[in-house]
């Protein structure tokens, strides 16, 4: 069975006044440079999270991917018990934007990079994570109807 699906149709004053703040998750959740694939594996599955920063005593320097683990690791070959995730992050220059852009400027920015999460700062600080299903949550929101 197909069901045609009609896309929502939003105002510019609505989708453009909703910050990035009001979706993204604040809770930011970082790894050591050290760590190995299986531990980065195992913190995502324990927080329910797709993607985690990587972090150099103060500093960010990468972030890993669910889809990093798997095509880089899996399928490039990789040994996943020996493999450190530096060696399968998307190292610096990381995508971040600032809380206080439109939501609608994140989708535009995942579809232009082809990425799913991007880092949210606040005055050049990272403040939080924005995802693919972040957006999703936006786009359903029956307010913006």
């Known amino acids: ?12 004053d609505q989708t453009t006044r909703t910050e990035i703040s009001d979706y993204m998750s604040s809770t930011v959740i970082s790894i050591g440079p050290d ?9 995502m599955h324990e927080k329910n999270i797709g993607s985690v920063l990587v972090k150099d005593k103060e500093d960010y320097i990468g972030i890993v991917t669910e889809t990093d683990l798997t095509r880089k690791v899996l399928g490039g070959g990789l040994d996943p018990k020996t493999t450190k995730v530096t060696a399968v992050m998307t190292a610096q220059p990381i995508i971040t934007l600032d809380c206080h852009q439109p939501v609608t400027e994140a989708n535009a920015v995942m579809a232009k990079k082809k990425v799913r999460h991007l ?27």
Not at 1 to 12: I, N, S
Not at 35 to 43: C, G, I, Q, R
Not at 128 to 145: E, T
Request: proline share 8%; aromatic share 6%; charged share 25%.
């Open 1 to 12: 069975m197909v069901t045609k699906h009609t896309p929502h149709r939003y105002t510019k």
């Open 35 to 43: 760590s190995t694939v299986p531990e980065t594996a195992k913190l």
């Open 119 to 145: 880092p949210i700062t606040e005055n050049d600080k990272i403040v939080g994570m924005i995802s693919v299903k972040d957006l999703v949550a936006f786009y359903a929101n029956p307010r913006l109807r």
